[in-house]
């Protein structure tokens, strides 16, 4: 059985992806051929959450059914505001939800499977984006790859993280490494 590979990606991206919140990972590249179809491992990066980041997503989608505006914000999220909010307000600041765990950092999540990649206007769409209002995808976000059949593991694990794919470590590697 082929090694699995694992994509980084930071919070609170990693944890909406596994919430089912994002069912899309957005690139500006494709993804390697050898990996649509297959499954690879979620992990969430070790850099920090950017809490203003954090809360404005959380304000946009809590403002969703004030008005068109609301709706069309709240839309080019590409978010489900359902599944995405409890995760967000475990990556707002302390001092607005003081009583939830923060997020896992630098660890694997669990694992979804690549889907064939779309472009990111076609997905906006989809959520109902009108296509004047997502010229900004268009420059920074043109692929988004389908995370499908996400599988959560019970507990992060936690390890250090890397750029672009790499190789998730086998049973065998991890225990060498944190044992050997």
Not at 49 to 69: C, F, H, K, Q, S
Not at 71 to 100: G, K, N, Q, V
Request: charged residues 20%; hydrophobic residues 45%.
């Amino acid at each position: 059985m082929p090694q699995l590979k694992a994509l980084t990606i930071w919070q609170p991206w990693a944890s909406l992806i596994t919430a089912g919140a994002k069912p899309y990972e957005f690139r500006s590249w494709r993804p390697p051929a050898s990996l649509i179809g297959q499954r690879i491992v979620i992990h969430a990066g070790k850099a920090k959450v950017d809490p203003i980041v954090a809360l404005g997503l959380w304000n946009t989608l809590m403002e969703r059914d004030y008005d068109e505006d609301g709706r069309i914000y709240a839309a080019e999220t590409c978010l489900h505001a359902e599944l995405a909010l409890p995760i967000l307000e475990r990556a707002c600041p302390a001092s607005i939800f003081p009583d939830l765990a923060q997020l896992p950092m630098a660890a694997g999540l669990g694992t979804a499977i690549v889907g064939e990649p779309r472009l990111g206007t076609d997905i906006a769409a989809e959520f109902g984006v009108p296509r004047a209002n997502d010229s900004d995808r268009d420059q920074h976000a043109n692929w988004g790859w389908p995370m499908l059949d996400i599988e959560v593991w019970p507990e992060p694990i936690p390890m250090r993280g890397k750029q672009g794919f790499w190789n998730w470590p086998t049973p065998t590697e991890f225990m060498e490494a944190n044992h050997g």
